[in-house]
RNA sequence: GACCCCGUAGCUCAGCUGGAUAGAGCGUCGGAUUCCUAAUCCGAAGGCCGCGCGUUCGAAUCGCGCCGGGGUCACCA
């Protein structure tokens, strides 16, 4: 809709147009100060220019009224407009809300080390990049998701060494000297056991046979954080290991060489990355020759760039931010525009039960299990709640407000509000169908604006996507929910005249509803 | 010291491409059920939008400077 009103405004007028949604509802469904701006320009006074743009816009069917107000000029969409873009929208669903972007997406998300199941702040980026894909797929954008998993390096010989020490200890009942840096926490004795029965006692003896124990808890560990994925419904279409990169590392070194981004010192190879903003040199291979996890990293960005999509998007923990700028760098290097990669960054999570504050450590293992939250709270609410906040800002919320089942926990006044529809229907004893290509006439003033609410999904889900902004859509959501719980309080329907037309009304509410929900990652109830 | 995020109602947070009277949920107090799901709805109380200066016709929103809170600053991955 907001495209159909900014492409007749540009005929109009020909100077930048800010289009806004009016405070005050009476108001009209958009509005433009654009007469403020075009004061300047012309040397009139907004009241004026604004009264003479009313004029024109006047003419537009699509409007039913074009009004100034103090330098304002506020439109009111028709309703024959408004009616027959929702027996559209009912007619089809799957259309409903789509785009036709034609732009390519590579999206890097979780990427969790597999050294450990996946804790409630990895659980924060893997919803934000599931339900970023959801949407940009539903725009029309070809977006693939990726992770990339670090399965090279000193952890993973940690991993296997805190496995072997492990099984000795408990399986074998061997004294044991702990290291000071190990993986703790109960996953790892479960592993231990594991191990010993999947590979053989033989294998605990001593640590030369720790590499073998590496790759294998390696590969559990993997499992383990898909199967923690799959319960919330989060799927990858590839999976890039960084161990197999670094066979492609002389070539892209050479290719730095050749582009003048290294230099040797110290008997250390350095990524020139100052030149590209960052604060100081990195270094990318080691005094004995081996590269370092940067190294892996340039690699991988390299062949990303090589598989040319048109944008890049990693979504990192916060604690990644000072490596945004190697990145950028080393691609810079390479000729391509750093502007295609796009970071965003995740913040930490803070979780509260009956407002006991937890603190997280992954080496400690007294870190939170995602899949612990997901069984206590759902998948649907933990989904909900990492996407009512912006990604980048810290995020604390308390498990038992989201057990509760009424107004505090949205999914279930959102799902409300949808199975009260569905209720509907059954009551008048009708399909959904019957009532798509009823007329709107008739219906009040407060029908129109429930009506318009529910048609501006696409350009919440396009606003949200573009800004990478998804806490509109739960916004949008909630307060949807909160209008229909409102008018079904207000109106009745079943038996009454307008029994058609609200019951359509009712059925367009539910299709933003569901289709919003949809992008979410969750499943509208139709009963409750 | 540098960089990133945050500071809006008692609490958790929206609002930030500058725009018309600053919003929601929870919590508090009060109300609505002969009627389609009260898992709902309505009302009230509650705000120097951290502070100051600047830009502007107009600042919660932009810029600069402070103050306060959190995070990050590896040749670890």
């Not at 590839?238 to 110290?266: C, F, I, M, N, Q």
């Not at 009506?451 to 959501?477: H, I, M, S, W």
């Amino acid at each position: 809709m907001k495209h159909r009103v900014y492409e007749i405004l540009k005929k109009h007028i020909d100077h930048p147009v800010v289009l806004e949604k009016p405070k005050d509802k009476s108001f009209g469904h958009y509005a433009t100060p654009i007469a403020f701006s075009l004061a300047k320009v012309f040397r009139k006074s907004p009241i004026k220019i604004a009264e003479e743009l009313v004029e024109r816009l006047k003419e537009e069917e699509m409007f039913e009224r074009v009004d100034a107000l103090k330098g304002y000029v506020n439109i009111k969409l028709s309703r024959d407009f408004l009616n027959e873009y929702a027996t559209w929208a009912l007619k089809n669903e799957d259309e409903f809300a789509r785009g036709d972007i034609a732009e390519s997406i590579l999206l890097e998300f979780v990427s969790a080390n597999p050294t450990g199941p996946l804790h409630i702040g990895h659980a924060r980026g893997a919803v934000w990049g599931d339900v970023l894909a959801r949407i940009g797929k539903h725009l029309g954008y070809k977006i693939e998701r990726e992770y990339y998993v670090n399965d090279a390096g000193n952890q993973i010989y940690l991993l296997g060494l805190s496995v072997y020490l492990s099984a000795r200890e408990s399986v074998l009942k061997l004294e044991v000297e702990w290291p000071q840096e190990y993986y703790r926490g109960e996953y790892i004795a479960d592993l231990a056991a594991k191990a010993v029965e999947a590979l053989g006692p033989e294998k605990f003896v001593d640590e030369s046979f720790i590499p073998e124990i590496s790759e294998w808890a390696k590969e559990r560990m993997l499992e383990l954080i898909n199967e923690n994925l799959h319960e919330v419904g989060i799927f990858f279409d590839h999976y890039v290991s960084e161990k197999s990169l670094y066979d492609r590392w002389d070539e892209v070194l050479t290719r730095l060489a050749d582009a003048g981004a290294v230099y040797e010192k110290d008997g250390k190879w350095w990524l020139k990355s100052t030149e590209h903003g960052d604060e100081k040199d990195r270094v990318v291979v080691r005094e004995d020759g081996r590269p370092t996890y940067l190294a892996g990293d340039i690699v991988y960005h390299y062949l990303k760039f090589e598989r040319g999509y048109d944008r890049y998007i990693n979504i990192w923990g916060a604690d990644h931010h000072g490596y945004i700028a190697r990145v950028k760098a080393a691609i810079a290097f390479f000729g391509h525009d750093p502007q295609k990669l796009e970071i965003i960054l995740s913040q930490m999570v803070s979780l509260l039960k009956d407002k006991e504050p937890y603190k997280m450590s992954k080496r400690a293992g007294n870190f939170i299990l995602m899949s612990d939250i997901v069984e206590e709270i759902g998948a649907d609410a933990l989904r909900f709640i990492f996407l009512t906040k912006k990604s980048d800002t810290h995020l604390e919320f308390d498990v038992e407000d989201l057990k509760k089942e009424d107004n505090s926990n949205p999914v279930y006044y959102i799902n409300y509000a949808h199975a009260r529809v569905f209720s509907l229907f059954e009551k008048a004893g009708r399909g959904r169908e019957s009532v798509y290509d009823v007329s709107l006439d008739g219906l009040s003033e407060e029908a129109y604006d429930l009506l318009f609410t529910a048609l501006l999904l696409p350009e919440v889900l396009e606003d949200a996507f573009k800004n990478r902004q998804l806490q509109k859509v739960t916004e949008y959501l909630k307060h949807l929910a909160g209008m229909y719980h409102k008018f079904y309080y207000d109106n009745r329907v079943v038996g009454t005249p307008n029994e058609e037309a609200l019951l359509k009304l009712s059925a367009m509410v539910a299709l933003s509803l569901r289709v919003g929900l949809k992008m979410l990652g969750i499943e509208a109830a139709q009963r409750m």
